[in-house]
């Protein structure tokens, strides 16, 4: 009983140890912004339940969105929101605020696994059924989450190497594809005018006239086909993305991601390889 009553004490001492910390060390009230909400949310984490309502008093009543998030309600908001368009903007609005908000991340303490289903999701269905204005909202957050976003303990950024892990990954595997995308649509359409080409020709031989008209319909109707598909993407889209896969390829806090960013860097160029020979051949 004694043993107990010695570890009860201990354990109040470094409650109000911990607590004078999170109160008055001048740098902890600047990153917190001076608020005990965010304060309680540190200790919550690190301290349990009961010291932070012991030091800094209960819970307030907290929006839904405010947390705990955890992955499953991430997926069940993306199925209700994906088919509306109305729907889908608030979601990704709201996706990027659960990955942002450091009041909702420190009230999960594994909320990386959070973020983590956010990006997947974002750059997974979301993309894929986003807008061209819905697609530059998502990544403009993105762009924010990964290098600008605010942390409690003061660092910008996004702090997990496991969410870093995914973003690079899913960036570079939509930019790695829209670049094959690129190159098949451009031999494509070089075989296209090729066949156009050939086929005026034959009909020229047998004194056949082709209304041109025919070949620009069929034309108009092949380009209205390709925008409707996702890629290739937008140039603005791409812009995005590119961004984010320079901000690895230049951090230096985690250099297996920088590695990784360089490969997908080098099978990008090298996929351009045909279509910068080609441009060549034709200017020369």
Request: overall charge positive; aromatic content about 6%.
């Amino acid at each position: 009983m004694g043993k107990a009553n010695k570890k009860t004490r201990k354990a109040t001492v470094v409650d109000k140890a911990f607590a004078a910390w999170l109160k008055y060390d001048p740098l902890v009230s600047a990153i917190v912004k001076n608020d005990d909400n965010t304060r309680r949310d540190v200790m919550l984490n690190i301290l349990g339940t009961q010291a932070a309502m012991r030091h800094f008093g209960k819970f307030p009543p907290r929006k839904a969105y405010e947390g705990p998030i955890f992955p499953d309600l991430v997926r069940r908001e993306v199925e209700a929101s994906i088919d509306d368009q109305a729907k889908r903007t608030r979601l990704i609005k709201t996706l990027i605020r659960w990955a942002t908000d450091p009041q909702v991340n420190n009230r999960y303490i594994r909320s990386h696994l959070t973020r983590i289903q956010i990006v997947r999701s974002l750059l997974g269905q979301v993309f894929f059924n986003a807008t061209k204005s819905q697609e530059d909202l998502l990544l403009k957050g993105l762009k924010f989450m990964i290098a600008k976003k605010m942390t409690v303990i003061g660092e910008l950024g996004e702090q997990s190497a496991d969410v870093h892990d995914v973003l690079l990954e899913r960036i570079s595997e939509i930019l790695i594809h829209n670049q094959k995308v690129i190159i098949k649509k451009a031999v494509s359409e070089a075989e296209e005018k090729m066949r156009v080409h050939l086929m005026r020709q034959i009909q020229e031989m047998r004194g056949e006239k082709h209304p041109s008209s025919f070949v620009s319909s069929d034309l108009k109707n092949k380009v209205r086909f390709i925008v409707k598909e996702k890629f290739p993407l937008s140039p603005e889209a791409v812009r995005h993305l590119e961004d984010m896969l320079e901000f690895y390829l230049n951090q230096d806090k985690w250099p297996y991601l920088s590695e990784l960013a360089l490969n997908a860097q080098e099978k990008i160029l090298e996929l351009r390889k045909p279509l910068t020979l080609t441009a060549r051949d034709s200017s020369s």
